[in-house]
């Protein structure tokens, strides 16, 4: 499925959504190749067996050919928005399937492991820079990260799990993304 | 809502973590305060990397053309089409197997009867099974009428022939007036005529 349209492979994931939202199912299979091993990975650690992964990647990647025009530049980065089309969905499929992964403790090697070699363009040189950033944040911090994204319960139900004050919740992942934010810009 | 608790809620927005309702509201503020674009943008690139560091997972053989076979733009009549074909190929052929076996039941049926045609110099040219109903499966072996000619039956009883249809030669299915008893069949100009022309040839039974 390469071939001729080895050229798209060399485009921006904002050119490629737009080429998506015109009708070019080429673009949409060079951004399958690209994120596709991301939304796997993420679908496990998420909790979902391997045939509902493939299931949600497929309803993912029909639902990102289908939003593609609603999809704004200005607003969101390219990627950000493929992720969140994602992980809303596996969210969906997590929440409906109650198929929800054991809470990981945050200090546990397998809540933020090593990652393996790559196989995606990403590299594994990036993920390690963001592993460490991680590990960077406090264990608070990542528990809080655990339990609302990877767990993808609601922020109310997040904060009586964790039993802490919603206030405090919202704070602590402020305080999370902007450090994980801060430790990737130093790196 | 206020600038600031949108801004408490922008975290929860990016990791996908706020109510349906919450989130429609935190997607309405952002058009009323732009300025806060920029910093949910930050806070996206962070969360990305969330799913971007996990190790990937190999892509399963296949599911990239299930995916492409799902958003293939279809063309609704064809996809329509093959099915009714089929449907009307099984109906025509169900309907032309009943008409076949209808004719088949009358050879055992005592009271039909089998006409033999001939021409005018007494040669075979074709014979006729008739129905107790007056139906009749007339088969000849006439050549192609002349240019400008159809063949047309009559049907014969005491009186003048009564015209019935046209046809060019073979397999023909008939139905004689009540009455009527035999067959002629005749060379007309197209649309057949309502006295004989040129009688080619009559039942001798």
Known sequence: ?187 | MEIGEIRELLPLYALGALEEEERRAVEAALEAFPELQEELRALQEAVDQLALWLPPEPLPPGLEERIRARVRPRRPWLAWFGPLAAAAVVVGMGWVGLQVWDWVRVFGDPTARVLTLQDRQGRPIGRALLRPDQRMLLVSSLPAPPEGKVYQAWGLDAGAPIPLRTFRGGVVLLELPPGSRGLALSLEPPGGSRTPTEVVGSSIN
């Open chain 1, 1 to 187: 499925m390469r071939g001729k349209d080895g050229w798209l492979e060399s485009l921006g994931d904002e050119a490629l959504l737009a080429l998506v939202a015109r009708g070019e199912e080429e673009a949409l299979g060079v951004l399958y190749r690209r994120y596709a091993p991301a939304i796997l990975a993420l679908g496990r650690r998420m909790g979902l067996a391997s045939s509902e992964r493939e299931d949600c990647v497929q309803e993912v990647f029909v639902r990102i050919w289908r939003g593609a025009r609603s999809y704004c530049p200005k607003k969101t980065a390219a990627r950000s928005w493929l992720l969140a089309v994602a992980h809303h969905y596996l969210v969906d499929q997590v929440r409906s399937r109650a198929a929800r992964p054991q809470a990981l403790e945050p200090d546990e090697p397998e809540a933020f492991d090593l990652p393996g070699p790559g196989l995606d363009e990403f590299g594994s040189l990036d993920r390690l820079r963001i592993q460490r950033a991680l590990l960077a944040l406090s264990p608070e911090e990542r528990q809080v990260i655990e339990v609302l994204y990877y767990q993808g319960y609601p922020h109310g139900e997040a904060a009586r799990r964790l039993g802490l004050p919603l206030g405090t919740l919202k704070s602590r992942t402020r305080r999370a993304l902007e450090r994980l934010k801060e430790a990737l810009v130093e790196d």
